[in-house]
């Protein structure tokens, strides 16, 4: 039913590193997280049936990272595929490998920073233009707590051309708002969750964290809201961003924690 893919890719990174080492961090955790979602109802001794796949090693590019990323995923398409980053560059890979039509898919961002700027260190392919380079494939973006951009970035969102996005500082009075643009998305959706999207207080383990941000409680009704949205079909998700702790358990618990909802929800609503 389910396809968990480990993507340990780690070329753009800008401040902090780390983030190839978040795949093996949640899958350790992983195995200390209760079968049982009291939340969901879901019970994973049961259903949904998960298959976690080799690890996609790095190859000897970034493009070449991307391409077998992108192939990796689109060997399972049909499948909720659930990557498990890496820096958040893979998130075109992961989406492009799940759908034809870039154009016709919605991209869903829980994020710090908006990923939208044209160059970022001189690099157009980076965890800082993901978003820019989906939304130039056509894709739709709704971003949500989002808190460092720079002035191209803010200036490309004012124009509201296929970009909704729902800043950090909005969200307390947006978020009834923003909850109901989800649950009236249609077609194909895309879950890109960057753990930095979080409140620092939740997951401060990332490579460039911010103040401010989603709280586990606003994370959940996110991914309940998408799963459920009654007209759309989620494909996948992936959780990036996330360095493990020096000293685990730190937050490598709650990293899988978060996985281990992203599936539950998706399969609450599936049932």
């Not at 001189?122 to 739709?140: D, I, Y």
């Not at 909850?179 to 990332?206: F, H, M």
């Not at 309940?224 to 490598?252: I, K, M, N, Y």
Request: charged letters at 25%; glycine letters at 8%.
């Amino acid at each position: 039913d389910a396809v968990v893919l480990p993507a340990p890719m780690e070329r753009t990174v800008s401040y902090g590193p780390g983030t190839s080492g978040g795949p093996a961090a949640i899958l350790a955790a992983s195995s200390q997280v209760e079968t049982f979602d009291e939340e969901t109802g879901v019970d994973f001794e049961e259903a949904p049936r998960i298959h976690t796949t080799t690890t996609v090693m790095p190859g000897d590019s970034l493009e070449a990272d991307l391409a077998a990323i992108e192939a990796a995923v689109a060997r399972f398409r049909g499948k909720f595929v659930l990557t498990l980053g890496g820096e958040h560059t893979l998130t075109q890979a992961a989406a492009a490998g799940l759908c034809d039509n870039i154009d016709r898919l919605t991209i869903v961002q829980i994020d710090a920073h908006a990923d939208l700027i044209d160059r970022l260190g001189g690099l157009k392919l980076s965890h800082g233009t993901v978003m820019r380079r989906l939304w130039e494939r056509g894709a739709n973006v709704v971003q949500l707590g989002i808190r460092s951009l720079s002035r191209e970035e803010f200036d490309l969102i004012g124009k509201g051309e296929r970009i909704r996005t729902y800043f950090a500082h909005q969200l307390p009075d947006q978020f009834d708002e923003a909850l109901d643009t989800l649950r009236r998305l249609e077609g194909d959706v895309y879950l890109t969750i960057d753990i930095d999207g979080l409140d620092p207080s939740v997951v401060p383990s990332t490579g460039t964290p911010q103040p401010d941000g989603l709280s586990w409680r606003q994370t959940m009704a996110v991914l309940q809201a998408v799963t459920a949205a009654p007209r759309a079909r989620v494909l996948g998700a992936d959780v990036v961003e996330f360095v493990p702790s020096p000293h685990p358990p730190g937050c490598d618990l709650t990293a899988a924690k978060l996985a281990v909802k992203t599936l539950a929800w998706w399969h609450a609503a599936r049932r």
